[in-house]
């Protein structure tokens, strides 16, 4: 930043964004001060499983201390699909922060930050046309969702998957292509959903925490 420019970060009152993501047997938060000189992401990974509802408030005070709460400026959190209990502790936790402190809160499905690891697995030409994300389901059918990459144009960098169709269950026999099996990595994940927070922030995205529930596909009939 050239000398006697002031960044605009540095006004505001508050200086924290805070992630959250519980859709799988690990739970991940992410911080960054906003007002640091280095701005550097503060990650911590908790392998914590069913123990989850124990532990989901030290964990998060470990990384993001309960005494730095109220200078939360944004927060976000992974909505699914994944586990049914880790998804909805992390999810009622941000919305109850969003709603008392208050910020805006942003609610991003693990397909869609998957989507910004897994694209390099499509074929050239694919890239930058719509994709699945999909996951098997014993006995049950496929959670999918469709995605399309969008791209910086001022950078020409990656910005962000754009989520055509949330998750939801399909039949098996459903035509998904092209498609990519989704994998799970927290570290990446979580450190993408605090940068889609820090996007929004920086361009004034209005995000409410009412908006903001978890994905439960729970029956493929009416995608038939």
Request: charged share 20%.
């Amino acid at each position: 930043m050239k000398e006697g420019l002031k960044d605009p970060l540095l006004d505001h009152k508050g200086q924290i964004l805070l992630a959250l993501h519980s859709t799988s047997e690990t739970f991940g938060v992410a911080c960054m001060d906003l007002r640091a000189s280095h701005r550097k992401i503060k990650k911590g990974l908790f392998p914590l499983g069913r123990e989850l509802s124990n532990s989901l408030l030290s964990c998060v005070n470990e990384i993001c201390p309960f005494e730095q709460w109220k200078q939360i400026v944004r927060l976000s959190v992974a909505i699914g699909p994944g586990g049914f209990t880790g998804t909805r502790l992390s999810v009622v936790l941000a919305r109850t922060l969003a709603q008392q402190i208050p910020c805006p809160l942003d609610g991003i499905s693990s397909f869609s930050l998957m989507a910004l690891r897994l694209f390099s697995h499509l074929d050239q030409q694919q890239i930058n046309q719509p994709f699945w994300i999909f996951q098997e389901l014993k006995r049950r059918g496929v959670v999918a969702g469709r995605y399309q990459l969008k791209s910086n144009l001022k950078t020409n960098s990656l910005q962000r998957a754009i989520e055509l169709q949330a998750p939801k269950l399909y039949s098996s026999d459903f035509d998904l292509s092209p498609a990519i099996c989704g994998v799970e990595d927290v570290e990446a994940d979580v450190e993408n959903l605090l940068k889609h927070s820090l996007e929004a922030y920086l361009n004034n995205e209005v995000a409410n925490w009412m908006d903001v529930v978890p994905i439960y596909p729970t029956s493929p009939v009416e995608n038939l």
